[in-house]
């Protein structure tokens, strides 16, 4: 054999050898672009710890709401009592900061925090510590690392829950006692829930006391009884006890709790009640700690992914009730048709989402919904 | 036939207590203390030991935990370093919590809108603003007290409600954070942030745990070698005296409660720049009353509260963690903390009285 055949032949190879690694590298670059892969390691089960600070308790309506997603997920994951890690009643100070130190250091890999306020917090340990993921309720902020936000398309349920309150009243007006003023988690609430009650009854209108607190038993009743006594005869609220509902039992009135089912609280008063699965979302997010697929993407689930829901209808609905939800509720999950689809007034009379037009979801969740209160809604 | 006295029980004083046994007697307290909390654990069906063992790991377990426990020690010594020393002159400052809170408006206000200035003087402005907020706060008290005689307990105690409003009208008024959908204050910019520097064994902690040593030191020696200590110690101990002396006593309580509260308020600044990095409503914490018992239970020792604060925080960073590792609610190490307290508060009591039946006392 010739020296040149043999340089030939190694020219020939390499050439090939140089267009399969070329073939290979397009192909991986194609496979990229499609399925973006994770910047985190797959976690092994039983190495998994999973960190969660609460603003309240397990014994709240909101805080335990979370902590029976968490313990769903914990189920359904086949994870052991010690790998969940919870800190209750933080407030929304320094106390937070050491409470997330706190799991980092117990070696979570991931760590939630359910109240808008963490948010901050949540986002300054992010930065330190970039190893560990960190997943916030109710805010906004993504730092497309380690830190990204999960909430519900709660306002689908809420819409349900006003149809309820719309079929029942009969003064045509209804009490909704509120948390916090100019905030879109509280607004978009009542607006969809106003839009409810709008669609099986257009006259009917929504009177909203704010009482600047997620948590206050005294007072959440106190409002239920003012609103009571201005001639409302249902009460919908969004704030974490079951005492508005209570204050329309004994005042012989209905209502439309949150959270979860109030029935038992309010037997002779409750109607239904907007409420979260938030294991959907913690098992989907722990997941993919697991298989090592976690991407800083965003949550924003609704009734189609289960998310939320609104609690069976109780005794105390009015005739054709279930027939008129039925019929939203596969409305929206046909995904045509979404709450704040226009034409939407505010309630100067000023048309805010045109015919056909639907609101992103960057206006749901903070934007145009911090300050909209749609016609029919009134502050009292 | 002769009539039974009634059975009625007496305070009598007890009279000096050697040293070693006073201390045999709080450690005793502290052990029945444990022994109560834990009979009550029991009953709830955790073993007490294990508790109580998570509660020393999960406060001084790994440096991570430390330095949290020493950032909770700092807001608390400091605050009681301005209540020791009103306290000194029987002033009963428990005003605390509020002259803290004004101390963090005041150098929050320097964060929120002088924020082009570099570093240098932005944080020592911050401090300044903080101590002469918190100290212009208590001086209102002192002057009505030196003036008109008013309550000073009742006066300093209504004056936190107000500043505490204040801020909730703050955060949702004028200083409240445009970003948000919420009623938040904004974080601090980089630059109002105090530095951090590295405790030994500990690692890197805000500047605040230097300057609670130094406070330690500076009022121990204002209080033992200065003219402006004895005077305190004198109108303390007896006004008439002071005034006989020649003292200006008014001008002593103004003085005094000047820096008292300027203390409260300078912990305020270091809590509001240190680990909060923004105004909220709960920057005092409670801290203003707390410190309370810890000057009572360091009998008023500069050296003593430093040491009681941080015993105070690993309780507090202690039973955060049996919360966590427990899932045991926060009321129960409310209970427990409860508890701790009440005996050894028990204990100093019966250090100072007796108890005695009527007869014998009137023998």
Not at chain 1, 235 to 260: L, R, W
Request: net charge neutral; hydrophobic share 45%.
């Amino acid at each position: 054999m010739s020296n040149s055949v043999k340089k030939v032949r190694t020219t020939r190879l390499l050439v090939l050898f140089m267009l399969l690694t070329l073939s290979l590298g397009s192909f991986t670059l194609a496979a990229s672009a499609e399925q973006p892969t994770s910047a985190f390691p797959p976690v092994a089960l039983e190495d998994l710890k999973v960190g969660m600070v609460l603003i309240g308790s397990q014994d709240d309506g909101f805080s335990g709401a979370h902590y029976n997603g968490l313990e769903g997920m914990k189920a359904e994951l086949g994870l052991k009592d010690e790998q969940v890690l919870y800190k209750f009643n933080v407030p929304e100070n320094a106390e937070c900061d050491a409470a997330l130190r706190e799991l980092v250091d117990a070696g979570c890999q991931i760590i939630f925090g359910n109240s808008w306020g963490f948010m901050n917090f949540m986002e300054e340990v992010a930065e330190e510590y970039p190893q560990v993921i960190f997943s916030h309720c109710s805010g906004y902020k993504n730092n497309g690392v380690n830190f990204n936000n999960y909430f519900g398309r709660i306002y689908q349920a809420r819409f349900l829950a006003g149809i309820a309150a719309g079929m029942k009243t009969a003064t045509g007006k209804i009490g909704y006692v509120a948390a916090w003023a100019d905030n879109a988690e509280v607004n978009g609430g009542i607006n969809a829930f106003a839009l409810g009650v709008q669609s099986v009854n257009p006259d009917a209108v929504v009177y909203v006391k704010y009482i600047s607190s997620w948590f206050d038993p005294t007072l959440e009743k106190q409002t239920a009884v003012a609103l009571l006594s201005l001639d409302c005869d249902v009460i919908a609220q969004h704030v974490d006890t079951s005492m508005p509902q209570v204050a329309a039992q004994e005042a012989g009135k209905f209502g439309c709790g949150y959270n979860t089912d109030m029935t038992p609280a309010a037997p002779d008063a409750h109607l239904t009640a907007p409420i979260w699965h938030w294991s959907s979302v913690y098992t989907a997010e722990v997941k993919d700690v697991i298989n090592g697929t976690w991407l800083p993407v965003n949550y924003f689930l609704g009734l189609k992914e289960g998310m939320v829901d609104i609690s069976p209808l109780s005794k105390n609905v009015a005739e054709g009730t279930a027939e008129k939800i039925e019929e939203a509720r596969a409305r929206i999950l046909s995904g045509e048709w979404d709450v704040f689809t226009g034409p939407i007034y505010n309630n100067a009379g000023e048309m805010v989402v045109k015919e056909g037009e639907a609101l992103a979801d960057a206006d749901i969740t903070g934007g145009l919904m911090t300050t909209l209160l749609i016609k029919g809604v009134e502050v009292k | 036939m002769p009539k039974r006295p009634p059975l009625s029980f007496h305070l009598v004083q007890r009279g000096e207590i050697p040293r070693l046994y006073a201390w045999g007697y709080r450690l005793l307290a502290v052990l029945f203390a444990l022994m109560t909390g834990g009979v009550f654990l029991a009953a709830l069906g955790y073993s007490p030991l294990n508790i109580y063992g998570t509660m020393l790991k999960g406060a001084l377990g790994s440096p991570g935990m430390q330095r949290e426990t020493i950032k909770l020690t700092i807001p608390l010594a400091l605050t009681s370093l301005g209540v020791l020393l009103a306290f000194r002159m029987r002033f009963w400052n428990i005003g605390a919590e509020g002259q803290i809170a004004a101390g963090a408006i005041a150098a929050s206000y320097f964060a929120y809108f002088q924020a082009h200035l570099p570093t240098a003087v932005l944080l020592p402005l911050m401090a300044l603003a903080g101590i002469l907020a918190g100290g212009l706060w208590g001086l209102i008290p002192a002057w009505f007290k030196t003036r008109f005689g008013t309550n000073e307990t009742l006066f300093t105690l209504m004056l936190n409600y107000i500043v505490m409003n204040l801020i909730t009208f703050l955060r949702e008024g004028p200083w409240r954070d445009p970003a948000g959908g919420f009623a938040a204050t904004p974080r601090f910019p980089k630059g109002a942030r105090l530095p951090e520097l590295p405790l030994p064994f500990v690692g890197n902690v805000h500047i605040g745990w230097i300057v609670t040593l130094a406070m330690v030191l500076l009022l121990f020696l204002y209080m033992r070698y200065t003219k402006q200590g004895y005077e305190i110690a004198v109108v303390g101990e007896n006004e008439r005296t002071a005034r006989y002396a020649g003292m200006p006593v008014r001008k002593i309580v103004l003085r005094t409660m000047f820096l008292s509260a300027g203390i409260c308020g300078l912990a305020g600044m270091l809590q509001v720049a240190g680990p909060d990095r923004q105004l909220t409503d709960a920057v005092a914490g409670g801290r203003g009353f707390a410190a309370v018992s810890v000057v009572w239970l360091a009998r008023l020792s500069p050296f003593g509260s430093l040491a009681v604060a941080f015993l105070f925080s690993v309780m507090q960073k202690g039973c955060s963690m049996m919360q966590t590792e427990y899932r045991i609610p926060a009321s129960m190490s409310d209970i427990l903390q409860g508890i701790i307290l009440f005996c050894v508060l028990g204990a100093e009591f019966f250090l100072q009285y007796r108890i005695s039946r009527r007869k014998e006392a009137l023998a």
